[in-house]
Structure formats: C-alpha cells, structure tokens
Nanobody, 121 residues
C-alpha cells in the first residue's frame, strides 16, 4: 500500500557531498515523521536523522554539522544532504516514514529498499 523509493546513493570521495532523496507513494492519508537510518556491514541499523511534519529535526552526533535533513510535505519526500563525508559514513542508507494509509486509523513505519553510499579515502 505504501512504497518508499530512495535515490541518490553512489560513490563519493572523502570531503565531498551527496544528496539522498526518498519519495513515499501509495494509498497515503498522512505522513508523520520521516527519517534516514544507515547500516554498515556487520553492524546494526542506526539512526542518522529524523524530521517531523513541522520541521523539527534530530541528528546522530556523528553527523551533526555535516548532514542536513529536509522534507517536502506536499510531495511526501524527504532529503538528506551529506556534506564533508567521511569513509565511516559508508553504509546502506534506508529511508523511513511513519504513515497512515487511507483505509487505516493508525500510523505504521515503512522502509525503503536502501541505497548504497560508499566514501573513498
């Protein structure tokens, strides 16, 4: 009923920039918080940044000052601007959205398929 499609991943040199996008589509009545998580090989999936409908943001300490999350509520799309990237930022990045579908009463979390980000040193 709900699909999250990420784009923008790829290979970037350390110190460079990358912008990720994630669009939510389907039978959507309302989208609450949206966010980005990442998972490196052999590690757990960790929060990178989240943003509420009103624009309140939350960042992992490791990305504060380098990454910026934003969203376009009209398009149900969330973005992650990644600046001054480091090799340790390499991971699969997953989009997350808290969504209520048209036929439902409650919000549930949905995930994208993930997009690979690789930072070379």
């Amino acid at each position: 009923q709900v699909q999250l499609v990420e784009s923008g991943g790829g290979l970037v040199q350390a110190g460079g920039s990358l912008r990720l996008s994630c669009a939510a589509s389907g039978s959507i009545a309302s989208v609450n918080a949206m966010g980005w998580f990442r998972q490196a090989p052999g590690k757990q999936r960790d929060l990178v940044a989240t943003i509420t409908t009103g624009g309140n943001t939350n960042y992992a300490d490791s990305v504060k000052g380098r990454f910026t999350i934003s969203r376009d509520n009209a398009k149900n799309t969330v973005y992650l601007q990644m600046n001054s990237v480091k090799p340790e930022d390499s991971a699969v990045y997953y989009c997350n959205a808290n969504v209520r579908v048209r036929t439902g009463l409650f919000y549930y979390d949905y995930w994208g398929q993930g997009t690979q980000v690789t930072v070379s040193s």
